[in-house]
Nanobody, 123 residues
Framework: VQLQASGGGLVQAGDSLKLSCKAS????????MVWFRQAPGKEREFVAT????????TYGNSVKGRFTISRDNAKNTVYLQMNSLKPEDTAVYYC?????????????????WGQGTLVTVSS
């Protein structure tokens, strides 16, 4: 399975940006997708996750109320709408395949990752 993340770029504080992550296929154990991000010199941080079957998404504390994760099952694609962006949101954003019913917020819980897309927020 290959994951293709896209949509990153350079924006100003307060702007919005929408990321996409397309999976080449969905396997039987792929129950959803997750977004992480990694800023320079920092550990990879959980951002959001959603299941293909629906239900309430889960968000990291630092993005709650500003970011929205959504899915298009027909396109095997998950989106991350990012509003009210802040300079501290600057990071490489990665998507990964979720195989656990339990929300895992550490990167060690995920085996298949996309290549990442860079988001830079200027002040």
């Amino acid at each position: 399975v290959q994951l293709q993340a896209s949509g990153g770029g350079l924006v100003q504080a307060g702007d919005s940006l929408k990321l996409s992550c397309k999976a080449s296929q969905r396997t039987f154990n792929n129950i959803g997708m997750v977004w992480f991000r990694q800023a320079p010199g920092k550990e990879r941080e959980f951002v959001a996750t959603i299941r293909w079957s629906g239900g309430m998404p889960t968000y990291g504390n630092s993005v709650k109320g500003r970011f929205t994760i959504s899915r298009d099952n027909a396109k095997n694609t998950v989106y991350l709408q990012m509003n009210s962006l802040k300079p501290e949101d600057t990071a490489v954003y990665y998507c990964a395949i979720r195989t656990s019913l339990v929300v895992l917020t550490t990167p060690s819980g995920y085996d298949y990752w996309g290549q990442g897309t860079l988001v830079t927020v200027s002040s």
